[in-house]
């Protein structure tokens, strides 16, 4: 089983950038689905973006679709958040999860595991 460890958030201005990484110990990494997800302060968490385990499909919610870009290095058990355009609304906490999942069941879940999470806030 995988463990999975979020860096890369900050504080950048509305606008700016931000590239997200999570990083897998454990075996078989290529085997799972991987998935961003982010909760901001009281509210429900929700999911981000989402790649298959042979990256044969990218899934993006609405509200990030155009600005946000996920990839997976399997060589490296790494997976990543371009952020770009962001925007105040886009303030969370962004956790990666994982799960031995198909490419359809990518957005659903259940997703099995899960990092602590990475802070990220957009100044406006």
């Known amino acids: 089983q995988v463990q999975l460890e979020e860096s890369g958030g900050g504080l950048v201005q509305a606008g700016g950038s931000l590239r997200l990484s999570c990083r897998a110990t454990g075996r078989y990494f290529h085997n799972y689905s991987l998935a961003w997800f982010r909760q901001a302060p009281g509210k429900e968490r929700e999911f981000v973006a989402g790649i298959s385990w042979n990256a044969g499909r990218l899934v993006y919610s609405d509200s990030v679709k155009g600005r946000f870009t996920i990839s997976r290095d399997n060589a490296k058990n790494l997976v990543f958040l371009q952020m770009n355009s962001l925007k105040p609304e886009d303030t969370a906490v962004y956790s990666c999860?994982?799960?031995?999942?198909?490419?359809?069941?990518?957005?659903?879940?259940?997703?099995?595991?899960w990092g602590r999470g990475t802070p990220v806030t957009v100044s406006s």
């Open positions: 999860a994982a799960g031995l999942l198909s490419p359809a069941q990518v957005v659903e879940g259940p997703y099995e595991i």
